[in-house]
């Protein structure tokens, strides 16, 4: 086995997801212009137009899938700002 063989190996396997095991989608509250896609924990096929429409709702205001009341009724969950809470 060579070395790109277990780079690829290892990446396929990968799975991430929060420590609560929910999305986190949104702009980092301490790193200006940073933003988070991440935590699909191996639902990303599944979760990715849903998650897309409310990163584009959150960068640019405009959404195409959900309606605004539906990415609002999200956005405490999702939002990586409750990651740092739970740690202050």
Same mark, same amino acid.
């Given at each position: 086995?060579?070395? =790109? ?6 990446? !396929? /396997?990968? =799975?991430?997801?929060? @420590? ?5 989608? %949104? #702009?980092?509250? @301490? =790193?200006? +212009?940073?933003?988070?896609?991440? +935590?699909?924990? %191996?639902? %990303?096929?599944? /979760?990715?137009? +849903? !998650? =897309?429409? $409310?990163?584009? #709702? !959150?960068?640019? +205001?405009? &959404? ?6 539906? $990415? &609002?009724?999200? !956005?405490?969950?999702? /939002? ?5 809470? @739970?740690?202050?």
């Amino acid at each position: 086995m060579t070395f =790109v063989d277990l780079h690829f190996s290892t990446l !396929l /396997s990968i =799975v991430n997801s929060g @420590r609560d095991k929910t999305f986190v989608v %949104g #702009f980092d509250p @301490r =790193v200006a +212009g940073f933003f988070w896609l991440a +935590g699909q924990g %191996g639902y %990303g096929v599944q /979760s990715a137009p +849903g !998650l =897309v429409d $409310i990163a584009t #709702f !959150l960068i640019t +205001g405009s &959404q195409t899938i959900l309606t605004v009341a539906e $990415i &609002q009724s999200h !956005l405490e969950a999702i /939002s990586p700002e409750r990651l740092l809470q @739970r740690i202050d």
